[in-house]
């Protein structure tokens, strides 16, 4: 069974600081990888989507995400945090085409001024 | 704007109650989730449907029942509401099953509690 594992329940970074929020899940192929937000009292976002044209992706906000297929690892990253980035984050895959998208558990950013 | 829509957004019941919940979706999508969100334990997936007509079991069906008559509505029954069904639901919309290049699109939630 395909499987996403979201490392950090809670991360917690300065303003300005970088962002890093990790990822990994298990395939021996290459999946279909997706990063959701989900500000507070609302629905989730999509925030970027992995396809096989690029193993860097950027989304929106300025957050981009690395496909590493020898880590089997898609880790969510900002170079400098704002206020406004607390929020709820879901890393999700479809190991195929045809087959649902998993989500992990969540991942809560705390950004302090 | 285009997108999903579920009401109500909040509700309380007492427990044995049962309640409906809609969610209509004006993108024309072929598939419809509903998941429920509870703290620490992400969202799971209680039932969904591939198109009208036709549903399907997600990981946590019980106590639950859905109906796609149309195509736009998926309807989230409970029977007789428990208290473990005190939840955030949230409803979904796919062209696929989101390998399109925009995944899955989701509601705003109802928070759902039941005392």
């Known amino acids: 069974a395909q499987s996403v594992t979201q490392l950090g329940s809670h991360v917690s970074v300065s303003e300005g600081a970088l962002v890093l929020l990790r990822c990994n899940y298990s395939?021996?192929?290459?999946?279909?990888l997706f990063w959701y937000v989900q500000y507070p009292n609302q629905g989730l976002q999509l925030l970027l989507k992995y396809t096989s044209a690029a193993t860097l992706v950027k989304g929106i906000n300025g957050f981009e995400a690395e496909f590493k297929k020898s880590e089997t690892s898609f880790h969510l990253t900002k170079p400098s945090a704002h206020m406004s980035d607390a929020a709820e984050y879901f890393c999700?895959?479809?190991?195929?085409?045809?087959?649902?998208?998993?989500f992990g558990a969540g991942t809560i950013l705390r950004v302090k001024s | 704007n285009a997108g999903v829509t579920q009401t109500p957004k909040f509700r309380v019941l007492k427990t044995g109650q049962s309640m409906t919940l809609l969610c209509a979706q004006d993108m024309n999508h072929e598939y419809m989730y509903w998941y429920r969100q509870d703290p620490g334990m992400g969202l799971r997936l209680i039932h969904y449907?591939?198109?009208?007509?036709?549903?399907a079991k997600g990981e946590v069906p019980d106590g639950y029942n859905v109906s796609r008559l149309k195509k736009q509505n998926f309807l989230l029954g409970l029977e007789s509401a428990a208290p473990s069904q005190t939840s955030v639901y949230f409803c979904?919309?796919?062209?696929?099953?989101?390998?399109?290049?925009?995944?899955?699109?989701f509601g705003s939630g109802t928070r759902l509690t039941v005392v």
């Open positions: 979904a919309s796919s062209q696929d099953h989101g390998q399109s290049n925009y995944g899955y699109t």
């Open positions: 999700a895959v479809s190991m195929e085409y045809g087959n649902k998208l998993v």
């Open positions: 395939s021996s192929v290459p999946p279909y």
């Open positions: 449907s591939v198109g009208e007509g036709t549903t």
